[in-house]
């Protein structure tokens, strides 16, 4: 392939691997806030919680 993304067998390069990973990550996230904001959590608390994760 032209681009890399696709290699021998079909297997996806680790650049691409690493985009579906963030993706899922950050709709993971997305699922999170969604549920603190239901609960009533204040932005102040919501940012204090997500300090706490590590993203490497």
Known sequence: M????????GRFSPKVLGFVQLAIEMEALDGLLEQWQRTGFLATEVTEKLSACSFM
């Open 2 to 9: 032209e681009n890399g993304d696709v290699g021998l067998g």
